[in-house]
């Protein structure tokens, strides 16, 4: 596969209140909405449908074509210099908006901690870039 040069371009980001539909304790998984469609978030930006496909195809033919557990690194603060204290593992863009499943390192004292904090719902939103 040909790589292609880097854009530079600017990121943003904007956080977004989440729902957590589901958990798994054993596990330290979580999964639920990331993202809603139809909501202007801080950016004036909306998620339309079918924002999500291109990305969600490449992430699953990474996933498979390089044998990955995740689609990609769930960052702490968008944090590349930190060791990621998760990954997003399977998401589905639905009706609703796009719905993740995350894992988290509960062998990581962030792990362990950002898990606490979002089933006790003291984290109520997520941000993606």
Not at 49 to 55: E, I, N, Q, S
Not at 70 to 89: K, Q, R, T, V
Not at 91 to 108: H, I
């Amino acid at each position: 596969m040909t790589r292609l040069a880097k854009v530079e371009r600017k990121v943003e980001y904007f956080p977004i209140s989440c729902e957590i539909k589901e958990f798994n304790d054993e596990k330290y998984q979580f999964g639920g909405y990331l993202n809603f469609k139809n909501n202007i978030d801080y950016g004036e930006d909306r998620t339309m449908d079918g924002a999500f496909a291109v990305t969600l195809n490449d992430s699953y033919a990474r996933k498979i074509a390089q044998n990955l557990d995740y689609l990609a690194p769930y960052l702490w603060n968008h944090d590349y210099s930190l060791i990621p204290p998760g990954g997003i593992y399977d998401a589905n863009e639905d009706k609703k908006g796009l719905y993740t499943w995350v894992q988290l390192n509960p062998e990581m004292q962030l792990g362990r901690e950002l898990y606490s904090s979002i089933k006790q719902r003291m984290m109520l939103k997520q941000s993606m870039g």
